[in-house]
């Protein structure tokens, strides 16, 4: 009977993943396609196989599967893992270093209880994961975008937080530093590192829930955590992350890292129409986050001051003239040279038109007589 409630747990766990691609193939992918061809419609773009082939139901089933087979492992391990013990006999993956050198037969209640909160990490790391795959995935059917990479992404995620969360877990068993400096207090005396020690089992399992639903910040404490994995940065190159750009979500900047955007220079540079097509965001929007990119590299974080006298992106400022400019000046960092030599920059740039002139004539949903529209460009 037991077994019989911990299968239709895993079976109820995981049957969301073919549910939500099966609904979406058949129901929310055709919205999708439609507002495609209305894009293309309005470009005069005749539609090539890279649109028509863009949601193959071949792709999106292996993806489908893929997840559902890892869900399956990871759920199964999560529901038999103490049953198949595996926690009993030691190995690799979850006693590390720390239960190669016991023997089997005379420590094995250290070996247990080691691998046991091993395996608690390695799980709750899952746990985080999975939650934040299945909010994507409800968020990417809402927005007709669950694509086969979307499947993809969540699997890979659910892989990397789990065996980041088992480095923690060893470093943290052999290193206690590395865990109280974590928490932010750092253990100065022997009484406190032992302390630390012992009340791990207890930090852990919350630390590899918040690496699985973040993983990226996890890998880069770890690596500033070491010096030798640590990149010097060049003072003469900026950092521009995409969380610069208003608007933008967690879950926004992990779409634009699928097309390849991973700063404000990638998505300043971007080439708008095939991402149209490649992404979910409406034309409107899209537009509005790359004139926001081109702000941020021409001026990087003295878009602050920018933005608090209402410029958001370089289309507005295109429309200051000297005396306006020289009114900035006196209010922000920038220098009058700068805002001249930017401004002039922007004017000549044809494609910050274009992009304007797109985003007229796609965000129109009504019939409404182009004598009647007066929308000045420049």
């Known amino acids: 009977m037991e077994f019989a409630s911990k299968l239709s747990l895993l079976?109820?766990?995981?049957?969301?993943?073919?549910?939500?691609?099966?609904?979406?193939?058949?129901?929310?992918?055709?919205?999708?396609?439609?507002?495609?061809?209305?894009?293309?419609?309005?470009?005069?773009?005749?539609?090539?196989?890279l649109f028509r082939h863009q949601h193959p139901l071949v792709s999106l089933s292996v993806a489908v599967l893929?997840?559902?087979?890892?869900?399956?492992?990871?759920?199964?391990?999560?529901?038999?893992?103490?049953?198949?013990?595996?926690?009993?006999?030691?190995?690799?993956?979850?006693?590390?270093?720390?239960?190669i050198h016991l023997?089997?037969?005379?420590?094995?209640?250290?070996i247990i209880q080691y691998q046991s909160g091993a395996l608690l990490t390695f799980n709750m790391a899952f746990m985080g994961a999975y939650l934040w795959g299945i909010q994507n995935i409800s968020r990417r059917y809402s927005m007709n975008d669950l694509i086969p990479a979307a499947y993809y992404n969540v699997g890979i995620r659910m892989i990397f937080?789990?065996?980041?969360?088992?480095?923690?877990?060893?470093?943290?068993?052999?290193?206690?530093?590395?865990?109280s400096s974590l928490l932010g207090s750092p253990a100065d005396t022997e009484a406190a590192k032992a302390e630390t020690s012992s009340g791990s089992h207890l930090f852990m399992p919350v630390i590899a829930f918040l690496i699985g639903l973040f993983p990226?910040?996890?890998?880069?404490?770890?690596?500033?955590?070491?010096?030798?994995?640590?990149?010097?940065?060049?003072p003469a190159v900026r950092d521009l992350p995409l969380e610069m750009i208003e608007g933008i979500t967690m879950y926004d900047r992990v779409r634009l890292q699928e097309l390849g955007v991973d700063s404000c220079y990638d998505l300043a540079n971007s080439d708008y129409i095939p991402y149209l097509f490649k992404s979910p965001y409406s034309p409107r929007i899209l537009i509005n986050w790359i004139l926001q990119a081109k702000l941020c590299v021409y001026f990087g974080e003295h878009v602050k001051d920018l933005r608090e006298h209402g410029i958001h992106t370089v289309w507005q400022l295109k429309n200051y003239d000297e005396d306006a400019l020289r009114e900035l000046v006196k209010t922000t960092a920038l220098t009058e040279d700068t805002l001249l030599m930017v401004r002039n920059l922007i004017s000549q740039d044809m494609e910050?038109?274009?992009?304007?002139?797109?985003?007229?004539?796609?965000?129109?949903?009504?019939?409404?007589?182009?004598?009647?529209?007066?929308?000045?460009?420049?």
Do not use: M
């Open 11 to 49: 079976i109820s766990f995981v049957i969301f993943i073919p549910i939500s691609a099966a609904c979406y193939f058949y129901s929310r992918n055709t919205q999708r396609i439609s507002e495609t061809q209305r894009y293309l419609d309005i470009l005069h773009i005749e539609k090539s196989e």
């Open 66 to 99: 893929f997840l559902t087979f890892l869900s399956v492992c990871f759920w199964g391990l999560i529901l038999f893992g103490e049953d198949t013990g595996i926690t009993r006999t030691s190995n690799y993956l979850l006693g590390g270093a720390g239960t």
């Open 103 to 110: 023997d089997a037969v005379k420590d094995a209640a250290k």
């Open 161 to 179: 937080a789990c065996i980041l969360a088992l480095v923690f877990y060893h470093l943290s068993q052999i290193t206690p530093d590395i865990l």
């Open 216 to 234: 990226q910040r996890g890998l880069k404490w770890l690596t500033e955590k070491f010096s030798i994995f640590t990149q010097a940065s060049n």
């Open 352 to 378: 910050i038109e274009r992009l304007i002139e797109a985003q007229l004539k796609l965000s129109q949903y009504w019939n409404k007589a182009s004598d009647e529209v007066d929308i000045p460009l420049s």
